[in-house]
């Protein structure tokens, strides 16, 4: 039961986490309908730029100053980038955000190397919050759930409540008629693109210390973001949050209860075959579930994606 | 949906242009000939390895133009039917060495490829249903389930270290035992002349003109009567068949297969080397592989940074030039019809000469940050365009960053005389 307890922590952490990009990723999309392949390449662009900046300034003035050097880059991005390439049409802007992460994580390792950097969670959090049942939880989870919290609060009293976060989900829904109401939709546009990322990068700056800064961070992190929006449903807010923290829950407790394959098939009815070594099903029998815990989003979209194609959440016709 | 590359009838470098070609028999003539001769010009055992590698690539993407070109579909996981083609011929080929099966090397192309067609059948039954973002993120999705169960299952994709074989164990071809580079050489290059005709080919039936009308309109095709998804369909197997090919072609050419030839890494860079070449016209890809294959083992011996050029001049091509080198070098041909291609050559060596030195005066620039921060303490000297120097000290810094302004900016100064060289070229009619 503690255990349970402990694990539904974790995986918020990592759900929250997930949420923190996958909410920027789905307003773009809902925006420009176009998935930004290098999103999680802004994420990685925080953390490297939180670390630089607390070598000089200290944690918090990189949790500041980085997710908006971060943001403005993102719209920078879009401004000079994705905007140019828009007039080709939709694959073309998906490659070009699939080549901005190559380019993105290459620039990282040209200027950082390609060695994980010393970035730590700072002294002031560097402590165990409570423990349950012996399993201590350190303070700084609590601070990254605090954190993810507040933004997404933040962000849905914003898009919600606020004049601009009215306009900004007309400018979503009906570009043109917002337009000739006289707002100016690309500067929206724009400032949507460099929130999503500074989000990107505030996610990165709190995840930096904890799951490492190095290179290939947006890579591991990238496409499971993709995997997210994607069950969630592509541009919902809701099921983006939903399917972050399914996630979440789902790696995390498949990674902490040995659930082995052979037991399963058991279960069913079917039994262990007498001489493993030449059965050519014998990878299948000796799968665990911490094996498979990271691919299991993945095979989680494949069937959403057959099954209900617009995702849990979707409404529009993808 | 929107999700396709429409097409721009005015715009000549976006457009398909298969149709306004009737199968000429000299290209294919010269490329044989060249396939032949080449060997005879560049023996080195490395420039063997080199061509080899390189047709490989050259099936590959062609395999893989015809979804992102002929067929509209963007895929991020298309590594995946050339990997397993791969290890099915691996596999195929242990077989045939532990039980001496009489069965002759060269065919072990033919079965990576149903094996990869099969593999697509079955992926494609739910993937093509849609063109664009859901196809793409289908592919995304497949691409990394299978990655990450080659980690899994070692029966079929023998774990971390990959499964090898052993080429020359089977039966003797005619008396070729497939012992020596160059046979492998001819052989890959029968496959790549036999997979590129029929590939030409098949995007001129019926399915695949289709095809292009699905990527453009896919609602217009369906009111002609054709299911756009069984279309899509087609061209998916197709493709899924020409990548086995070209995996088995792997397979025969490098004796082992790994986790890397089905990762996302691999599937990145055949998305690049397409578009690179060009994604509307049928030979772009081949532009594009014998480009990339030279620029990542040329390039790739002179600087570690190869990999920051490469993706740099990905993004410029995206950005500016969407047709890729193929459309580069056919947004020529109207000029050159109309007589007036020669009056383009002085400006744009006035141009493109001063932007290439500013733009090797930048590199020299990232060379030397790089050197900077990364070289070890204490060695200070770096070697760079045959020049050996001091990178901690200011001059070089300052030669450089001269000539990389001088370069650009002369070329800026002479970008607007280029463009009317450009318009007059285009315009018909007048003094040329």
């Given at each position: 039961?503690?255990l349970?307890?402990?694990?539904?922590?974790?995986?918020?952490?990592?759900?929250?986490?997930?949420?923190?990009?996958?909410?920027?990723?789905?307003?773009?999309?809902?925006?420009?309908?176009?998935?930004?392949?290098?999103?999680?390449s802004?994420?990685?662009?925080?953390?490297?730029?939180?670390?630089?900046?607390?070598?000089a300034?200290g944690f918090?003035?990189?949790?500041?100053?980085?997710?908006?050097?971060?943001?403005?880059?993102?719209?920078?991005?879009?401004r000079?980038?994705?905007?140019?390439?828009h007039?080709?049409g939709?694959?073309?802007?998906?490659?070009?955000?699939?080549?901005l992460a190559?380019?993105?994580?290459?620039?990282v390792?040209?200027?950082?190397?390609?060695?994980?950097?010393?970035y730590?969670?700072?002294?002031?959090?560097?402590?165990?919050?409570?423990?349950?049942?012996?399993?201590s939880?350190?303070?700084?989870?609590?601070?990254?759930?605090?954190?993810?919290?507040?933004?997404?609060?933040?962000?849905?009293?914003?898009?919600?409540k606020?004049?601009v976060?009215?306009i900004?989900?007309?400018?979503l829904?009906?570009p043109?008629?917002?337009?000739?109401?006289?707002?100016?939709?690309?500067l929206?546009?724009?400032?949507?693109?460099?929130?999503?990322?500074?989000l990107?990068g505030v996610?990165?700056v709190?995840?930096?210390?904890?799951?490492?800064?190095?290179?290939?961070?947006?890579?591991v992190?990238?496409?499971?973001?993709?995997?997210?929006?994607?069950?969630?449903?592509?541009?919902?807010?809701?099921?983006?949050?939903?399917a972050?923290?399914?996630?979440?829950?789902i790696?995390?407790?498949?990674k902490?209860?040995?659930?082995?394959?052979?037991?399963?098939?058991?279960?069913?009815?079917?039994?262990?075959?007498?001489?493993?070594?030449?059965?050519?099903?014998?990878?299948?029998?000796?799968?665990?579930?911490?094996?498979?815990?990271?691919?299991?989003?993945?095979?989680?979209?494949v069937?959403?994606?057959?099954?209900?194609p617009?995702?849990?959440?979707?409404?529009?016709?993808? | 949906?929107?999700?396709?590359?429409?097409t721009?009838?005015?715009?000549?470098?976006?457009?398909?242009?298969?149709g306004?070609?009737?199968?000429?028999?000299?290209?294919?003539?010269?490329a044989?000939?060249?396939l032949l001769?080449?060997?005879?010009?560049?023996?080195?055992?490395?420039?063997?390895?080199?061509?080899?590698q390189?047709?490989?690539?050259?099936?590959?993407?062609?395999?893989y133009?015809?979804?992102?070109?002929?067929?509209?579909?963007?895929?991020?996981?298309?590594?995946?039917?050339?990997g397993?083609?791969g290890?099915?011929c691996m596999?195929?080929?242990?077989?045939?060495?532990?039980?001496?099966?009489?069965?002759?090397l060269?065919l072990?192309?033919?079965?990576?490829?149903?094996?990869?067609?099969?593999?697509?059948?079955l992926?494609?039954?739910?993937?093509?249903?849609?063109?664009?973002?859901?196809?793409?993120?289908?592919?995304?999705?497949?691409?990394?389930l299978?990655?990450?169960?080659?980690?899994?299952?070692?029966?079929?994709f023998?774990?971390?270290?990959?499964?090898s074989?052993?080429?020359?164990?089977?039966?003797?071809f005619f008396?070729v035992?497939?012992?020596?580079?160059?046979?492998?050489?001819?052989?890959?290059?029968?496959?790549?002349?036999?997979?590129?005709?029929?590939?030409?080919l098949?995007s001129?039936?019926?399915?695949?003109?289709?095809?292009n009308?699905?990527?453009?309109n896919?609602?217009?095709?369906?009111?002609?009567?054709?299911?756009?998804?069984?279309?899509?369909?087609?061209?998916?197997?197709?493709s899924?068949?020409?990548?086995?090919?070209?995996?088995?072609?792997?397979?025969?050419?490098?004796e082992?297969?790994?986790e890397?030839?089905?990762?996302?890494a691999?599937?990145?860079?055949?998305?690049?080397?397409?578009?690179?070449?060009?994604?509307?016209?049928?030979?772009?890809?081949?532009i594009?592989?014998i480009?990339?294959?030279?620029?990542?083992?040329?390039?790739?011996l002179?600087?570690?940074?190869?990999?920051?050029?490469v993706?740099?001049l990905f993004?410029?091509?995206?950005m500016?030039?969407?047709?890729?080198?193929?459309?580069?070098?056919?947004?020529?041909v109207?000029?050159?019809?109309?007589g007036?291609a020669g009056g383009?050559?002085?400006p744009?060596?006035?141009?493109l000469?001063?932007?290439?030195?500013?733009?090797?005066?930048?590199?020299?620039?990232?060379?030397?940050?790089?050197?900077?921060?990364?070289?070890?303490?204490?060695?200070?000297?770096?070697?760079?365009?045959?020049?050996?120097?001091?990178?901690?000290?200011?001059?070089?810094w300052?030669?450089?960053?001269?000539?990389?302004?001088?370069?650009?900016?002369?070329?800026?100064?002479?970008?607007?005389?280029?463009?009317?060289?450009?318009d007059?070229?285009?315009?018909?009619g007048?003094?040329?």
């Amino acid at each position: 039961m503690e255990l349970i307890l402990v694990n539904i922590i974790d995986g918020l952490v990592t759900g929250l986490l997930l949420f923190m990009l996958s909410a920027g990723l789905t307003l773009i999309f809902s925006m420009m309908g176009v998935l930004n392949f290098a999103h999680a390449s802004f994420y990685m662009l925080g953390a490297y730029f939180a670390y630089q900046i607390s070598v000089a300034l200290g944690f918090w003035m990189g949790l500041l100053l980085a997710p908006l050097i971060v943001g403005v880059l993102g719209a920078g991005v879009e401004r000079y980038g994705l905007r140019r390439v828009h007039q080709y049409g939709h694959v073309p802007e998906l490659i070009f955000t699939f080549g901005l992460a190559l380019l993105i994580e290459e620039l990282v390792q040209f200027l950082w190397g390609k060695n994980q950097m010393p970035y730590d969670v700072p002294e002031v959090l560097n402590f165990t919050a409570f423990a349950i049942a012996g399993n201590s939880i350190p303070a700084y989870k609590i601070f990254m759930i605090f954190i993810s919290i507040s933004i997404f609060i933040g962000l849905l009293y914003v898009l919600t409540k606020t004049r601009v976060g009215m306009i900004i989900q007309a400018a979503l829904s009906y570009p043109r008629t917002v337009e000739s109401l006289g707002h100016n939709v690309p500067l929206i546009f724009m400032g949507v693109f460099g929130v999503g990322t500074a989000l990107a990068g505030v996610a990165g700056v709190i995840a930096g210390p904890v799951l490492g800064t190095f290179p290939g961070m947006a890579f591991v992190l990238g496409s499971i973001v993709f995997v997210t929006i994607v069950i969630g449903g592509l541009g919902s807010l809701w099921g983006a949050l939903v399917a972050s923290l399914l996630i979440g829950w789902i790696t995390t407790f498949a990674k902490s209860y040995n659930i082995l394959m052979s037991d399963i098939l058991n279960g069913i009815g079917i039994s262990t075959p007498e001489n493993m070594s030449e059965n050519i099903f014998r990878d299948l029998w000796s799968i665990t579930s911490p094996q498979i815990a990271d691919i299991l989003p993945y095979i989680l979209m494949v069937l959403i994606l057959i099954f209900r194609p617009a995702g849990l959440f979707g409404k529009r016709e993808s | 949906m929107t999700d396709q590359i429409t097409t721009d009838p005015s715009r000549p470098a976006e457009r398909m242009r298969a149709g306004s070609l009737s199968l000429t028999v000299g290209p294919w003539i010269i490329a044989a000939l060249a396939l032949l001769v080449m060997p005879f010009i560049f023996t080195s055992n490395s420039a063997l390895t080199i061509m080899n590698q390189m047709w490989i690539t050259v099936i590959f993407a062609l395999a893989y133009n015809m979804l992102l070109g002929q067929g509209g579909m963007l895929s991020f996981g298309h590594a995946v039917y050339m990997g397993l083609g791969g290890f099915f011929c691996m596999h195929l080929m242990n077989y045939i060495e532990d039980y001496g099966l009489a069965f002759p090397l060269p065919l072990l192309p033919l079965f990576g490829g149903l094996f990869g067609m099969g593999f697509a059948m079955l992926i494609g039954s739910f993937s093509t249903s849609g063109a664009g973002t859901r196809f793409a993120m289908i592919s995304l999705g497949v691409g990394e389930l299978i990655a990450a169960c080659s980690v899994i299952i070692v029966a079929f994709f023998g774990g971390e270290e990959g499964i090898s074989g052993d080429r020359t164990y089977g039966l003797p071809f005619f008396g070729v035992e497939f012992l020596k580079q160059i046979e492998v050489y001819y052989l890959i290059s029968f496959w790549l002349m036999l997979s590129a005709l029929l590939m030409y080919l098949f995007s001129r039936t019926p399915v695949g003109r289709m095809a292009n009308a699905v990527r453009d309109n896919p609602e217009r095709a369906q009111f002609l009567g054709y299911s756009a998804r069984w279309v899509r369909f087609y061209s998916f197997c197709a493709s899924g068949f020409f990548c086995g090919i070209a995996g088995g072609l792997f397979a025969i050419s490098y004796e082992i297969l790994t986790e890397e030839n089905l990762n996302a890494a691999s599937s990145g860079v055949i998305l690049l080397v397409t578009f690179l070449g060009g994604v509307g016209f049928f030979f772009g890809p081949i532009i594009g592989a014998i480009a990339f294959t030279l620029l990542q083992t040329v390039l790739g011996l002179q600087t570690e940074l190869w990999a920051i050029y490469v993706g740099a001049l990905f993004l410029a091509t995206v950005m500016f030039f969407p047709g890729g080198l193929a459309g580069l070098m056919m947004m020529h041909v109207p000029a050159y019809k109309l007589g007036k291609a020669g009056g383009l050559v002085v400006p744009y060596i006035k141009t493109l000469v001063p932007a290439a030195i500013g733009i090797l005066g930048i590199c020299a620039l990232i060379e030397m940050i790089f050197h900077y921060r990364h070289g070890a303490t204490g060695d200070t000297e770096m070697t760079l365009f045959w020049t050996t120097f001091d990178s901690h000290s200011i001059l070089p810094w300052i030669i450089a960053a001269a000539v990389a302004l001088f370069g650009i900016g002369i070329a800026r100064a002479t970008a607007p005389a280029m463009k009317e060289a450009w318009d007059e070229a285009n315009t018909p009619g007048g003094a040329s």
